[in-house]
Nanobody, 115 residues
Framework: QVQLVESGGGLVQPGGSLGLSCAAS????????MGWYRQAPGKQRELVAT???????DYADSVKDRFTISRDNAKNTVTLQMNSLKPEDTAVYYC?????????WGQGTQVTVSS
C-alpha cells in the first residue's frame, strides 16, 4: 500500500502563487505516473496534471501555462507549482499515484483563492 501525504494548501489571493507537495511511501516510485486532481464543491473530481516516471507531463487546458508539475524520484516527491491563481482554482487538491490497475490517493489539501 502506497501512502501519499500532501502539504502546502491554504488561502491565497487571486493572481497569487502556491505550491503543493506530495510525499510517497514506496520503494518503486518511478513506476508510478503521479498526478494532481482537484474537486470543487458540487463538482466532479478532475485531472489537473500528470507526470510519468520519465518526466513526461500533461496538463488540463484550464491550468496550462499557469501550473507546473514536477517530481523528484530520489526523494519520492511530486510538486505542483500554481501561479496566477484564479477563484475557480478553489478546490481540494489530491495527489494520485497510478500504475496499470493500481491507484492510490492522498487525503487531499484545500486550496482557496479569494480576496
Amino acid at each position: 500500500q502506497v501512502q501519499l501525504v500532501e502539504s502546502g494548501g491554504g488561502l491565497v489571493q487571486p493572481g497569487g502563487s502556491l505550491g503543493l507537495s506530495c510525499a510517497a511511501s514506496t520503494n518503486i516510485f518511478t513506476i508510478y505516473t503521479m498526478g494532481w486532481y482537484r474537486q470543487a464543491p458540487g463538482k466532479q473530481r478532475e485531472l489537473v496534471a500528470t507526470i510519468t516516471g520519465g518526466g513526461s507531463k500533461d496538463y488540463a487546458d484550464s491550468v496550462k501555462d499557469r501550473f507546473t508539475i514536477s517530481r523528484d524520484n530520489a526523494k519520492n516527491t511530486v510538486t505542483l507549482q500554481m501561479n496566477s491563481l484564479k477563484p475557480e482554482d478553489t478546490a481540494v487538491y489530491y495527489c494520485n499515484a497510478k500504475f496499470r490497475t493500481l491507484e492510490h490517493w492522498g487525503q487531499g489539501t484545500q486550496v482557496t483563492v479569494s480576496s
